[in-house]
T-cell receptor, first 115, second 112 residues
């Protein structure tokens, strides 16, 4: 079975450019999560969706970040404009039922470098 | 106070010994607790989950939870070099919610 799929795996861009990260959750999973990982701040939840609806976006750093989930099999995280401090590994994860006890399954991540 | 705290290590343990990893959390209503393992350059993967006070064993791994002390731990018996990784403690924050807060992680090295 395919796990969580993320693209691109690596992205290098210049400050001020728009960046779009993509995620395909595991088929049949109801919840999708976007995380960011840096050495300084560790793994932080940015936003999560249940049944395609955003539930908690309190971790989104600022208005430059936006996330959408137009259907059950696709989500995007957009940064516009990007800044060097956005450089991090961005993980997408999905879970099956929307319960607090659910395991979250992580994708391989997108390593973003903003120059 | 951070919501989830771990000793960042590094923790060095000889092969075959028991590795003990600890985590404390601040939200008294937390109900779900997870240990994830992350190899360098890879994504986190679930090792153990625990929801009730006491011990839960799975092979060489034992998770321990004490809600009164707001403390959760992971024991790895018969440590192997392949156990060398960063271990992340994650706690569900908010009753009924799926939000996980992760600790900074403990880097574990098993020495042959």
């Amino acid at each position: 079975d395919a796990g969580v799929i993320q693209s691109p795996r690596h992205e290098v861009t210049e400050m001020g450019q728009e960046v779009t990260l993509r995620c395909k959750p595991i088929s049949g999973h109801n919840s999708l999560f976007w995380y960011r990982q840096t050495m300084m701040r560790g793994l932080e939840l940015l936003i999560y969706f249940n049944n395609n609806v955003p539930i908690d976006d309190s971790g989104m750093p600022e208005d430059r970040f936006s996330a959408k989930m137009p259907n059950a099999s696709f989500s995007t995280l957009k940064i516009q404009p990007s800044e060097p401090r956005d450089s991090a590994v961005y993980f997408c994860a999905s879970s099956p039922r929307g319960f607090p006890t659910d395991t979250q399954y992580f994708g391989p991540g997108t390593r973003l470098t903003v120059l | 106070q951070k919501e989830v705290e771990q000793n960042s290590g590094p923790l060095s343990v000889p092969e075959g010994a028991i590795a003990s990893l600890n985590c404390t959390y601040s939200d008294r209503v937390s109900q779900s607790f997870f240990w994830y393992r992350q190899y360098s350059g890879k994504s986190p993967e679930l090792i153990m989950s625990i929801y009730s006070n006491g011990d839960k064993e799975d092979g060489r791994f034992t998770a321990q939870l004490n809600k009164a002390s707001q403390y959760v731990s992971l024991l790895i018996r018969d440590s192997q070099p392949s156990d060398s990784a960063t271990y992340l403690c994650a706690v569900n924050i908010g009753q009924g919610a799926q939000k996980l807060v992760f600790g900074q992680g403990t880097r574990l090295t098993i020495n042959p």
